[in-house]
């Protein structure tokens, strides 16, 4: 089912449900080569949500700021490819909320154990905005919060469980957005974590 969370981000629940396995043994061959790691952010906190990347770009923050680079620096390497598993999802997602031809040549791979959060913030570091984020929950469920285009505002609050898919274009590419802190539990596919994937046109 497609269900609008606000005007250009559609919710797919479940539409990654038959794949929830194959997309989490994908992605522990892909921390096999980058590691987990928990960033700095440019005002010198460490993020509690541990991340890496593959596909021609990755997400990094540090001392330097935000930004989008072909390295891994803590492998010295390119971030591993992106698996066509992951490819196609993104592009059926994105068709499936009225994107077409999307090609992410990034994915941002979070981790959150119990009390892992990320605060409210823009996802601004792409080029092109006109292209959506596609983002993939695996694991224990999480309470998404987003609002408008400025930081102060009302909250709406929802909750994605695993493989719930999530498409944010539109008016909604730059909402300000957050996840709060992971409750504790246990999910039977990923144990005491949460993943999310989150699948972009950065270059
Ligand atoms: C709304 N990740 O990596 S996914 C991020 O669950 C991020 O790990 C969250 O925010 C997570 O930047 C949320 C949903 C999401 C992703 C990107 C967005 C929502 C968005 C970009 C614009 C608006
Ligand atoms: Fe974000």
Redesign the pocket.
Known sequence: SRQALAEG?WVLQAFAQDRQQALLDEIEALLAQAPLRHLLTPSGHTMS?AMSNCGALG?VSDARGYRYDALDQLTGKPWPPMPALFERLALEAATAAGFEGFRPDAC?I?H?VPGAK?SL???RDERDRRQP?V?V?LGLP?V?Q?GGLTRSGPLQRTR?ESGDV?V?GGP????Y???AALAEGEHGLTGRCRY?L?FRRAG
């Open positions: 981000a949500v997400w941002l979070n959150y990320l913030h823009q996802d984020i983002s929950s999480a998404f987003f994605l999530v944010w909604s590419r730059l909402a957005h957050g996840v999310n989150t």
